[in-house]
């Protein structure tokens, strides 16, 4: 089956440390996305990247970092810098970057402070 | 500049009764349109999309949503609601922006009483 492989599901970070989100994808999209979601409230992107190689800053991309060495890999890591990392991460993927594409979502990561 | 609005935060229902989840955007174009579903834990399953082709469109699970452009509306409904669509709605709009990114509205929850 085709889909986002989110991985782990339930991730602990202690005070000063870096964590690293994975995310594969097995769709052959090109283009794939990291968004945070808090309690109550949408999402809010923090990274995307349309190509391999190549990628931009979303809404809230301070604390974070990415890279896109492979065409399916896409993580996330979230450092020390970002201070209240608390949330649930959810990374995407589409077909292409051409506008009004349908993204496709993993199962997600929530991430804890120790 | 583009935004959507979900007009109800949560919605709670009858099982047996319809569902009407509400959503208004604003956009300088006709944009494409998503309803989104997310259920606790879980990543964001695309329930519909509108892409100008026809006003009324249907998804899965007996969701169906309507384009107004005149009232600048897309919302969602079901004829019968059953306990397994308790969830958050999202609706969600395409950008013209290369990178194809999305805006999603803040969310509603949909319970549903036995």
């Known amino acids: 089956d085709g889909g986002i492989t989110q991985s782990p599901k339930y991730l602990f970070r202690k005070e000063g440390q870096n964590v690293t989100l994975s995310c594969e994808q097995n769709l052959n999209h090109d283009a794939m996305y990291w968004y945070r979601q808090d309690p109550g409230q949408g999402l809010r992107l923090i990274y995307y990247?349309?190509?391999?190689?190549?990628?931009q800053k979303g809404d809230i991309a301070e604390g974070y970092s990415v890279s896109r060495e492979k065409k399916e890999s896409f993580p996330l890591t979230v450092t020390s810098a970002q201070k209240n990392p608390t949330a649930f991460y959810l990374c995407a993927s589409s077909i292409s970057a051409i506008p009004n594409q349908p993204q496709h979502f993993g199962d997600g990561t929530r991430l804890s402070i120790l | 500049a583009q935004s959507v609005t979900q007009l109800d935060s949560h919605v709670s229902v009858s099982e047996g009764t319809p569902v009407l989840l509400r959503c208004n955007y604003s956009?300088?174009?006709?944009?494409?349109l998503f309803w989104y579903v997310q259920h606790p834990n879980k990543g964001l399953q695309l329930l519909l999309k509108?892409?100008?082709?026809?006003?009324l469109v249907k998804g899965i699970n007996g969701f169906e949503a309507e384009f107004k452009k005149s009232e600048t509306s897309f919302h969602l409904t079901k004829p019968s609601a059953h306990m397994s669509d308790a969830a958050e709605y999202f609706c969600?709009?395409?950008?013209?922006?290369?990178?194809?990114?999305?805006?999603f509205g803040g969310g509603t929850r949909l319970m549903v009483k036995p």
């Open positions: 509108y892409t100008s082709a026809a006003t």
């Open positions: 956009s300088s174009y006709s944009p494409s």
């Open positions: 990247s349309q190509i391999v190689n190549d990628f």
């Open positions: 969600v709009v395409g950008g013209l922006n290369a990178g194809n990114m999305l805006t």
